[in-house]
């Protein structure tokens, strides 16, 4: 290694190469200074000969592998890893090699526990003299981003998917109006009619609900509404007093802590929000169980929780948790309950997350900033 480091002096001194020709250091104390910028690094590199034995692994790139570099060191992609993962890896370096130019590429590995996605760039190893000596190559995680990017481009097709939709509900709830009046002329002109007048009236009570279900749709678009500090323990308390418990079959259990600040917000959005939620958990314990709203201050946020006991979501589920118009009600939901949740939240500088699993229930915590 100290014969390359002595070759890398004569190379022409441009970046990294320059650097270390102008360096008065013995070539053990290079060494010391590559590999200690190599291991500081939050990247995976490694170097591989022109056989695609690993001759340098610094040690995030250990990490990755789950190997101490000395028994790396001479070894193989096929020697470490899974073969599909070594085939596609190989024919990369025999890429690079037979190229002489760089290729970059997007991997999706497991570390820490996790799947993470990699900007992968291989480049070739060369000599003073140009000859192709093997392939450097640098990872860059770059999973936090791309989940970022993911939640930002939801966020914007939501908002615009809620601004068609608020501009449909707005004339759909003209008509219905209309409608609602007429129907309800009609069924008093039909008072004492047997037949006419239940179904009159049964009319009405559908268009009613209609005409909620436009207003709910019209929430999606969005306002900035009034905002004042409001207590989120009240607006909680007027959820579940809204709601009928479904005859006794549902335990209500409140954990409103006392030091709770209030935050800025507006009342009506809020109260929408929560009442949302809370008829979301009881609607998914037909069978009974355990209805939990919680609310606590949080390093400068007011947290708040609605959990239920009801059969609970798979991944796939969760997933698609907020999207607008998916529901696991058939007939009965509209689809609309979270997207309106999420929506109402991000308005006000918070966030939602859902917890949920097959057999265990649902939890939804809301984080706002506190006033």
Known sequence: MAQAVAKLSGARPGGAAGIVHRLSQSPEQILALLATVLDSTADPIHVKDAEGRYVLINRRAEDLVGLAGAHVQGRTVHDIVAANIAERSHADDRAVMASGEPLDSEWQMPLDGRPRVFDVRKAPWRDEDGRVLGVVTVARDVTDRREAEQRAFAAERQRAMGLLAAGVAHDLRNLLQIAIARVEIGAKLAE?????????????????????????????????????????????????????????????????????????????????????????????????????????????????????????????????????????????????GLAVVQRVVADHGGRVDVWSRPGQGTRVTVALPGA
């Open 192 to 336: 004492g009619d047997p037949v006419l007048g239940p179904q009159l009236l049964g009319a009405a009570e559908a268009l009613e609900h209609a005409a909620e279900l436009s207003t709910r749709l019209g929430t999606l678009g969005g306002s900035a509404g009034s905002r004042r500090p409001v207590d989120v323990r009240r607006v909680l308390r007027r959820s579940l007093d809204a709601l009928d418990s479904s005859g006794g079959r549902i335990v209500v259990v409140s954990r409103l802590d006392t030091a709770v600040p209030p935050v800025l917000g507006d009342d009506v959005e809020l109260g929408r929000a929560y009442l949302n939620l809370v008829e979301n958990a009881l609607e998914a314990m037909t069978e009974g169980g355990i209805l939990t709203v919680a609310a606590r201050a949080e390093r400068g946020q007011v947290i708040t929780e609605v959990a239920d006991t009801g059969p609970g979501m798979d991944a796939g589920t969760l997933s698609r948790a907020f999207a607008p118009f998916f529901t696991t009600k058939a007939e009965r939901g509209t689809g609309l």
